[in-house]
């Protein structure tokens, strides 16, 4: 979960600098295909993949109707927003996954995790805005931050749907069909808008952040995600939500920014102790 989370950190950035360069729901099924044609033979050399019977098909499609909402609307609203919102919105997503889980799987949260989940957003929030508190008050929220914040619903339930739709099967499977599903949902919303796009003028930059989003951000993020979700917990899965934040900031340093303001410490420190409480609470 902390190499998936490291991965994730870097979709953001990724995200924004490629979505404006094409028709966010295309961009998606080009992502969701690729990874898609990339896991199936590797799956099928080692799992096997017979073909799901309709009910087996259902269960992957909810799952990935979910996580396409999630991706779609990300695309969507940074076009609207910027990432820093988005990078603040998503910080929700561990106790929107908690109330789902309460509600669909009985997954209830001890005193410990009640305390660490909103320990963790503040902490979140606060190296986000570099533990400036004006810079906070002066968040503007738009229709993106609302159309993002939707997605986050999308992702909150996907973590607890995978839990409970799962049927033993191998987790590679269940992610193979959980990709080709979605792609199947997002060829049925790119059928109209296939034609509008001048695939010879898209930049080869979008291209090469297709192929990375695809491998890194979608094929071994989503595997380890729904692997780690059937062992410990959607609610824990998500908590590692909370340390996007400081490894944006690192990967920033690895970019040659300069090191952030003291201020953030403070919250940094929130973060890994409420990741910390969350994993080791039952």
């Known amino acids: 979960m902390l190499l998936a989370t490291v991965l994730v950190a870097t979709s953001f950035p ?38 799901p019977g309709w009910r087996d098909l259902v269960r992957y499609a909810v799952v990935s109707a979910f996580l396409v909402s999630f991706f779609w609307g990300m695309f969507a609203a940074l076009r609207l927003t910027s990432a820093l919102n988005t990078g603040t919105i ?15 799987l009985r997954d209830r949260l001890g005193v410990a995790a009640q305390v660490a989940l909103p320990v963790g957003f503040v902490g979140a929030i606060w190296v986000i805005f570099r533990g400036d508190p004006n810079a906070l008050l002066a968040l503007e929220l738009g229709w993106g931050d609302c159309l993002f ?6 992702m909150g339930c996907y973590m607890p749907m995978v839990k409970f739709l799962h049927r033993g099967e191998p987790m590679a499977r269940m992610t193979f ?12 919303l790119s059928l109209g808008r296939f034609g509008s796009v001048d695939w010879v003028l898209v930049p080869m930059s979008v291209y090469g952040g297709i192929v990375y989003l695809a491998v890194f951000t979608t094929l071994i993020t989503f595997f380890i995600f729904q692997a780690s979700t059937a062992v410990i917990g ?19 340093l690895g970019f040659g920014e ?6 953030t410490f403070p919250g940094l420190v929130l973060i890994v102790g409420a990741t910390f409480i969350l994993q080791r609470t039952k």
């Open 14 to 51: 990724v995200g924004a600098a490629i979505t404006h360069g094409l028709d966010s729901v295309v961009l998606t099924f080009l992502r969701f295909s690729l990874a898609a044609l990339i896991f199936g033979p590797i799956v099928a050399w080692r799992y096997d993949l017979p073909l």
């Open 90 to 104: 998503f910080t929700f997503t561990p106790a929107i996954a908690a109330a789902v889980s309460y509600f669909l």
């Open 149 to 154: 914040f939707c997605a986050c619903i999308a």
């Open 177 to 188: 069909w959980t990709l080709a599903t979605g792609a199947g949902w997002l060829l049925l």
């Open 234 to 252: 959607p609610t824990r899965v998500l908590s590692y939500t909370y340390l996007n934040p400081a490894f944006v900031l690192l990967i920033s």
């Open 258 to 263: 300069p090191l952030p303001p003291v201020a």
